[in-house]
């Protein structure tokens, strides 16, 4: 019934406007927290004269304080059913200027009190001030910020003059006349351009996402290929192993075999000239019994027979060779295999390099690319014969007259293509502009110098060869060429200007389509082995059917190296 019959309102301290703690009751009949009396009387110990901070009544001595046990008991009760679990502040809450001890977490400020409340504290708030507009918001730890300093105002007005928050005083003083807005419409109009930044900021994470997994997806990759390599290898130099072993062996029993064929026939021969030796020594034996015999009958009858020289075969000649040929025939093949081992493994080092990621700037803007501008010229002793030259050899128009050239080792002698003198060796950025016949495809390239020039094989053509790169622009689509391989591309339908980015050290190398904004058409990572030079070429197949087909004069194709223009 107690709960029914009072509010929550009077079971407040008038001190601290918050639920009594400690309640205790002075002798005028007024009740107050007991620190909150206490550190009252405090202050007027000097004047040995205590007062109730509500009526002023006084009273001398300091009376004594007791617990009013009753009213603790019902604030008690008050607590447990009218203040909700989890009001306290937390980490990162914004507290109560008004509660003591632990402070609950504020609901709203008061832009004219310059205080945040709890939801307790507001309702008081709002009683103590019914009639009169407090300017309230959501609670904010940034009261301090949102008062102008000089006036002690709120901030309300926005200065259009000098980008700053004012408050109404401030539009009399130093910001009279001044263009003003309010701080809403300001914000509005603001937050359409913070809007536009943050579609920026979705658009780069976007792209920054797509890189950090093509890094990923490229990094996998490389493990995948190193790993297969290192098995393939493996099983390369085991079998190389294996096969060394096969010829070790057959030398083994080469030498083996003829080490016994020659020491077969030689056995023989010796065996052979034991026996004859044998025969030889008895015959001189007979000999010496002839003539020390005394016989003279039997001395003339025997010396025929004694005097003729057995009849034996000669004996064929055995050179007294060696294996040291063989010997030294290993050797040599141990040093040629030695040779050619490390030749390869020097090959397959220059190959197999270190993967570098060199992390290089994103360009937004063509005056971010501005920077890097280099001016090219087009070589004339590189240029096809039906490629007129002009504006200081910065402009390449085809032509069905024939140039008379001298002839040069460096000009192409099949293809319709013309390199540029100057060389990229670091970073460089340049534009090309396309105009004249929609009928033939340009080629914007970049090459090494060492590209071959004459005849019409594939090893002399932009894009169709590890020597070139290139963007295609056709009629109806664009791709990109590098070693025979192609791209297709999604381009802008009206793009007459390219723009290309090198990154020699980077080994980047980018294509954009450049017009009042400047738009990535393609970009390629991969390694530059020697200096770049700018090219252009053109793809006349089509062009020559289409020119054949058409009974009005043809219009010939146009392309020209851009100046610098910011």
Not at 82 to 89: D, Q, S
Not at 379 to 398: C, I, P, W
């Amino acid at each position: 019934m107690a709960e029914a019959r009072f509010s929550q309102d009077q079971f407040r301290c008038p001190v601290c406007l918050d639920l009594l703690k400690d309640p205790v009751t002075i002798p005028c009949g007024h009740s107050y927290c007991k620190s909150c009396i206490t550190d009252c009387w405090n202050q007027e110990d000097e004047k040995r004269v205590y007062s109730c901070p509500q009526c002023r009544q006084t009273f001398s001595p300091r009376p004594v304080l007791n617990k009013n046990i009753m009213l603790a008991e019902e604030v008690e009760k008050l607590k447990k059913a009218k203040l909700p679990t989890g009001v306290f502040a937390g980490a990162g809450d914004v507290e109560c200027d008004v509660c003591t001890g632990r402070k609950h977490k504020a609901v709203k400020s008061c832009l004219v009190c310059l205080n945040s409340f709890c939801q307790n504290h507001l309702e008081q708030h709002e009683n103590l001030f019914q009639g009169k507009r407090h300017n309230l918001m959501d609670a904010t730890g940034q009261l301090q910020k949102m008062i102008c300093r000089k006036h002690d105002k709120p901030l309300e007005i926005f200065c259009c003059t000098d980008q700053c928050c004012i408050c109404v005083r401030c539009i009399v003083d130093e910001h009279k006349n001044h263009s003003t807005v309010s701080t809403a419409e300001e914000r509005k109009e603001k937050q359409k351009h913070l809007g536009e930044t943050k579609r920026k900021f979705q658009q780069q994470i976007q792209e920054r996402e797509k890189q950090l997994q093509e890094l990923k997806e490229a990094v996998e990759t490389h493990k995948r290929s190193a790993q297969t390599a290192v098995v393939n290898s493996k099983r390369i130099f085991t079998e190389l192993i294996r096969s060394l072993k096969r010829r070790c062996s057959e030398v083994t029993q080469m030498i083996r075999d003829r080490e016994k064929t020659v020491v077969s026939q030689t056995e023989g021969l010796i065996e052979r000239l034991e026996q004859e030796i044998d025969e030889l020594r008895m015959r001189n034996t007979e000999l010496d019994q002839l003539l020390h015999t005394h016989d003279h009958i039997h001395f003339l009858q025997s010396f025929q027979s004694v005097c003729d020289p057995p009849g034996f075969p000669d004996i064929p000649s055995i050179s007294n060779g060696s294996f040291d040929d063989v010997g030294d025939s290993v050797s040599q093949l141990r040093q040629k295999l030695k040779d050619f081992c490390r030749k390869e493994i020097e090959k397959m080092s220059g190959q197999v390099g270190c993967i570098q990621i060199i992390p290089t700037r994103e360009y937004v803007s063509r005056k971010d690319f501005l920077q890097y501008f280099q001016q090219f010229t087009l070589d004339q002793n590189t240029a096809y014969q039906h490629f007129l030259l002009s504006e200081g050899n910065r402009k390449v128009t085809y032509t069905t007259t024939l140039q008379e050239y001298p002839d040069h080792p460096d000009r192409f002698s099949y293809w319709w293509q013309v390199l540029c003198r100057e060389s990229v060796q670091e970073c460089a950025y340049w534009e090309v502009e396309l105009s004249g016949s929609t009928d033939v495809c340009v080629y914007i390239s970049v090459s090494y110098k060492s590209i071959s020039r004459k005849g019409w094989g594939y090893e002399c053509a932009f894009g169709s060869n590890d020597q070139s790169w290139c963007l295609v622009c056709s009629p109806s689509s664009f791709s990109f060429c590098h070693n025979n391989k192609k791209t297709e591309l999604t381009v802008p339908s009206s793009c007459c200007r390219i723009g290309v980015y090198v990154n020699h050290n980077a080994g980047t190398l980018s294509f954009y389509s450049v017009s009042d904004t400047i738009t990535l058409i393609h970009t390629v990572q991969t390694t530059f082995t020697q200096p770049l030079h700018p090219g252009i070429g053109m793809n006349f197949n089509s062009f020559l059917f289409v020119y054949k087909k058409k009974a009005t004069p043809v219009e010939y194709p146009v392309v020209k190296l851009c100046d610098k223009k910011v």
